[in-house]
């Protein structure tokens, strides 16, 4: 079955933070090194989604890229540390996986340390280059779906989606943007409306936001969204500061749900199995997104 088929049939719940998770386990440093040397704290991060009944896990590869590995002196092992986490990912995913409800990897891609339209030290060449060897081992690692991240900028993820599809035509690409503090914009300070017209959309299977402030900022993006593009839309807000207690976010979340905007519901920094678990039970009692499928 594949992803399109999915959406059809119910609102997917996607998994929730992994870094905080980590960090609140003791993890110290480059959480992406975990992937070789602590394979089981990882795992346990996974398993504790699925667990709770998330249809997509994510991979613990959102600094994997060899601009944010630098800071650590690990650029050399980016590919290593990307495919190590989708492995890791990948059979725990199939190890809860039934016919009946089948468990996806999400191989994700972060917004590594440069933004091309801001940063006057980098080219859209040598983006091309660290974006291929994330997305290489993401995809020798076995993921289903690329997810391109927190985006700050059309262009980093453009050049990101097109090495994607050099090394792979047919994996579905999930694009998620970080919103502005200004409503209705992107972190670059586009419009909505300009961010969309300024991707590949026809490379992309999904689209959406996440990593914002909590969720009442992306429930008008997401009709903003809607108004313009006829893709599926993904949600995954922070739990924001102070943290929104988990009923409370599902609860907020629920609206776009009843409202039919969504097609992947979930959470990012400082949520937890305990959220997903609760936005499981939540989501069921919708109807996803409709969208315009592809011929």
């Known amino acids: 079955m594949n992803l399109e088929q999915l959406f059809g049939q119910k609102i997917l719940v996607l998994d929730g933070a992994m870094g905080?998770?980590?960090?609140?386990?003791?993890?110290?440093?480059?959480?992406?090194?975990?992937?070789?040397?602590?394979?089981?704290?990882?795992?346990?991060?996974?398993?504790?989604?699925?667990?709770?009944?998330?249809?997509?896990?994510?991979?613990?590869?959102?600094?994997?890229?060899?601009l944010c590995l630098a800071e650590y002196g690990l650029q050399e092992r980016s590919y290593e540390l990307a495919r190590a986490g989708a492995e890791l990912a990948r059979a725990a995913a199939d190890k809860y996986s039934t016919t009946e409800h089948p468990r996806l990897v999400a191989g994700s891609v972060g917004p590594t340390t440069r933004n091309l339209t801001l940063a006057n030290d980098t080219t859209a060449e040598a983006m091309a280059e660290v974006y291929s060897t994330v997305i290489c081992g993401l995809i020798d690692g076995?993921?289903?779906?690329?997810?391109?991240?927190?985006?700050?900028?059309?262009?980093?993820?453009?050049?990101?989606?097109?090495?994607?599809?050099?090394?792979?035509?047919?994996?579905?690409?999930?694009?998620?943007?970080?919103?502005?503090r200004i409503e209705g914009r992107v972190a670059s300070g586009a419009t909505i409306a300009k961010f969309v017209e300024d991707l590949p959309m026809d490379d992309i299977a999904v689209i959406g936001f996440n990593c914002t402030n909590g969720v009442k900022p992306v429930e008008s993006a997401v009709k903003a969204l809607s108004a313009v593009c006829g893709?599926?839309?993904?949600?995954?807000?922070?739990?924001?500061?102070?943290?929104?207690?988990?009923?409370?976010?599902?609860?907020?979340?629920?609206?776009?749900?009843?409202?039919?905007?969504?097609?992947?519901?979930?959470?990012?920094?400082?949520t937890t199995p305990e959220y997903t678990s609760q936005m499981t039970k939540m989501a069921a009692r919708w109807r996803p997104h409709k969208f315009e499928r592809r011929r």
């Not at 988990?246 to 920094?269: D, S, T």
């Open 20 to 66: 905080t998770q980590l960090l609140t386990g003791g993890a110290k440093g480059c959480l992406e090194l975990l992937n070789v040397d602590n394979a089981a704290q990882v795992v346990a991060v996974h398993n504790a989604y699925l667990e709770a009944g998330a249809d997509i896990i994510t991979t613990n590869t959102t600094c994997a890229d060899a």
């Open 231 to 270: 893709k599926p839309i993904v949600a995954y807000p922070a739990a924001g500061q102070p943290l929104t207690a988990a009923n409370r976010f599902c609860k907020e979340l629920e609206q776009l749900c009843r409202a039919g905007m969504l097609n992947i519901v979930g959470g990012c920094c400082g």
């Open 142 to 180: 076995g993921v289903d779906v690329i997810l391109i991240e927190t985006v700050m900028d059309a262009r980093n993820a453009s050049v990101a989606i097109e090495e994607c599809r050099k090394i792979n035509a047919e994996i579905p690409i999930i694009v998620s943007a970080v919103l502005s």
